[in-house]
């Protein structure tokens, strides 16, 4: 499997859900390779959970096409879901079942022969640092321990493909911390799509972004891509003795100026303005008496506003 | 395969709340009255036209259906329901399993546990082995009958489990229906033009065939339909709810 690269882990075509007229999914088609980690974002009622629901086998599409690992799964859907792990929002977990049980349960769901079990449930503990809980019972865990095992629940057969919806939702900062790394680690053997509406997420772990909104899919490119469009955008300087409004106004580069007080200005640049060094030289020389240039980069919120409430025509492929 | 993971997984499940305990005792302490007062006035008239296995166990066997009638649809509420609710339902959708094992898994689950209510029932007339002598080909039609009569319960249970997310409508649902399709023949009674088809219909009718030691290929064919059109709607009724959600 590996050794084709070409061959895309998931493959979506043209895909379209409905509920009733409203439209969920509005014509999305995207790819997934091995060793990727595709973020999916988008805010809420975007059609994130509806695709990935759509993409387990947990949603009939209206129309399109999902293939994964080449078989298709509407036609073939059992040889299709065995290379599938799903995490739901909500983990499908049974409170009453302890850790061990319910993994051995989902083990035997996903048809692994008995005598392998064991060591499969052992070996998807050990990658989500559920060592030392294997007896206890999933209702008495934590949130965060409940989301670790439906992780585990998610990766026991070793599937190709791993979905991953908003994984960090509800978790304190340092499980997030942990969780994320367990992401960046699944995502070096498998393919992983995660769905978020947190942004630094997707800075954190992901290796390509697609935002959708409005069952749309707005933008699909790698993180640098998506990096490159938070280019800087405006400097604020502060000085002891900051200079008038005009000749900030005539250091090369700015566009416009806004005096925040008596010390600090924030200076908007032209777009591909790269000036912050002479303006720091100038600074000096004319002895203003600098005290910090700061460069301010467009922040990923404000490219998703844009994105989001851009035209129609902006649509990307 | 899977199945019997799946209805494993339920048995042990049934046995994890509270309720199946409760249900099992409180059902077995009813059915151990009505076996006492049965013996007792079998006591009383010892040379009574029937025999001790007509008048103790068939007449037990008759009671305890009505019992389980209200009984069955409190075990077959969650099957279902529950798992769609709390959203553990996905683990199965996504999982490469079948929609009919699913069903049929979650069925034989439940018939495991009513399987062994039948065996506590029928452990009761058997005791009486000890002082007297027992019709064994009555006692074991009386227990295919009961069976085939819980088994249709069950289905009809679980397919009212696979319309809602409320448990508690899903037992109100089929306990209703099963409380029509057993009254449905005193409605035959009334009206000459039908009674015959409502009688056909009547669930607990043809209960009675297996109580006096007949064995009838129309009463096990009526259950069977009723038990196979009952699993293929739930199974139907799983396919499109992917098709809603």
């Known amino acids: 499997m590996a050794t084709e690269p070409s061959q895309a882990l998931v493959k979506v075509e043209d895909l379209y859900r409905f509920y009733g007229s409203r439209c969920a999914v509005n014509k999305l088609g995207f790819e997934l390779h091995r060793g990727e980690i595709l973020g999916l974002l988008g805010p809420n009622g975007a059609g994130k959970t509806s695709t990935l629901q759509m993409l387990s086998g947990n949603l009939a599409p209206s129309a399109g096409r999902i293939l994964i690992g080449g078989v298709d799964l509407l036609d073939e859907p059992l040889a299709a879901k065995a290379a599938l792990g799903y995490l739901p929002e909500q983990p499908p977990l049974y409170p009453d079942l302890s850790v061990d049980e319910y993994l051995l349960y989902a083990a035997a769901l996903h048809r692994l022969p008995r005598p392998k079990r064991r060591a499969a449930v052992d070996a998807a503990r050990e990658r989500c640092g559920l060592k030392d809980v294997g007896r206890r019972i999933i209702g008495n865990l934590s949130k965060g321990y409940q989301q670790r095992v439906g992780v585990a629940q998610a990766i026991i057969h070793m599937p190709a493909v791993v979905i991953l919806d908003e994984p960090t939702v509800g978790l304190d900062p340092i499980q997030i911390r942990e969780i994320r790394e367990l992401i960046r680690e699944l995502g070096r053997q498998h393919g992983v799509i995660l769905s978020t509406h947190i942004l630094p997420e997707v800075q954190a772990v992901c290796s390509r972004v697609q935002i959708m909104h409005k069952g749309r899919l707005l933008f699909a490119d790698s993180l640098a891509g998506l990096t490159k469009r938070l280019d800087v955008t405006s400097l604020v300087l502060e000085c002891r003795e900051l200079p008038g409004v005009k000749e900030l106004r005539a250091l090369p580069g700015v566009a416009s100026v806004d005096k925040l007080d008596s010390r600090r200005a924030r200076l908007r640049l032209e777009p591909g303005a790269d000036s912050a060094e002479a303006i720091a030289t100038l600074a000096v020389k004319e002895k203003w008496g600098l005290r910090g240039l700061t460069p301010e980069h467009k922040s990923l919120e404000q490219v998703f506003v844009e994105l989001t409430t851009a035209d129609d025509t902006e649509v990307a492929a | ?245």
């Open chain 2, 1 to 245: 395969m899977t199945t019997f993971s799946i209805a494993w997984r339920e048995l042990r499940n049934l046995f994890l709340s509270p309720l199946a305990w409760c249900v099992l005792a409180v059902v077995q302490v009813i059915h151990a009255w009505i076996f006492l007062t049965r013996v007792d006035s079998f006591r009383g008239n010892p040379a009574g036209v029937e025999g001790v296995t007509d008048q103790v166990a068939a007449g037990l066997f008759s009671l305890a259906s009505i019992v389980l009638l209200m009984i069955v649809p409190l075990l077959s509420m969650r099957l279902m329901s529950e798992e769609r609710r709390s959203g553990s339902l996905t683990l199965l959708f996504s999982a490469p399993v079948r929609m009919s094992e699913i069903i049929l898994g979650k069925y034989l689950g439940l018939m495991g546990f009513l399987g062994l209510m039948v065996l506590m029932l029928l452990a009761m007339p058997l005791s009486l082995a000890v002082g007297t002598h027992l019709d064994y080909g009555k006692l074991a039609s009386s227990t295919l009958g009961l069976l085939l009569l819980l088994g249709a319960f069950a289905s009809a249970g679980l397919y009212m489990s696979t319309l809602t997310r409320q448990p508690a409508v899903a037992a109100v649902a089929s306990l209703g229906l099963l409380l029509f399709l057993w009254f449905i023949n005193w409605l035959g009674q009334e009206s000459a033009r039908f009674s015959e088809v409502l009688h056909y219909l009547s669930i607990v009718d043809h209960y009675s065939s297996f109580l006096r030691g007949g064995i009838d290929s129309v009463d096990i064919g009526y259950y069977l339909l009723f038990i196979g059109s009952f699993l293929i709607l739930s199974i139907r009724r799983l396919d499109s709810a992917r098709l809603q959600a």
